[in-house]
């Protein structure tokens, strides 16, 4: 069974720093491109980072980079994502996302596997 386990979510200030984690199972970890996504209330579901290791391939959206930074441990199949100098406009439910993308590397129909969710608020 394919399982995506996001943790590491909460309330913080902006400014301040959070590190989310995905635990993976049930498929081949090496293989597949890992992603994490987030969706803020009203609004579409958004890539934010990609990290493909097959490909040595990482690739940030326009908003977060410079401040988030995507690895993976291809030892214990978690995927991280490094969060600083949270803005407001961060605040939503990030999910992490496996897949196999050819079109777009942060296409949501791209993605075979979804976590549930966690959810990071920054106040301000």
């Known amino acids: 069974e394919v399982q995506l386990v996001e943790s590491g979510g909460g309330l913080v200030q902006a400014g301040g720093s959070l590190r989310l984690s995905c635990a993976a199972s049930g498929f081949d970890f090496d293989d597949y491109t890992l992603a994490w996504f987030r969706q803020a209330p009203g609004k579409e579901r958004e890539g934010v980072s990609m990290i493909s290791e097959r490909d040595g391939i990482i690739n940030y959206a326009a908003p977060v980079k410079g401040r988030f930074r995507i690895s993976s441990d291809n030892v214990k199949n978690i995927v991280y994502l490094q969060m600083n100098s949270l803005k407001p406009e961060d605040t939503a439910v990030y999910y992490c996302?496996?897949?196999?993308?050819?079109?777009?590397?942060?296409?949501?129909?791209?993605?075979?596997?979804w976590g549930q969710g966690t959810q990071v608020t920054v106040s301000s």
């Open positions: 996302a496996a897949g196999d993308p050819y079109r777009s590397w942060f296409g949501v129909h791209e993605y075979d596997f």
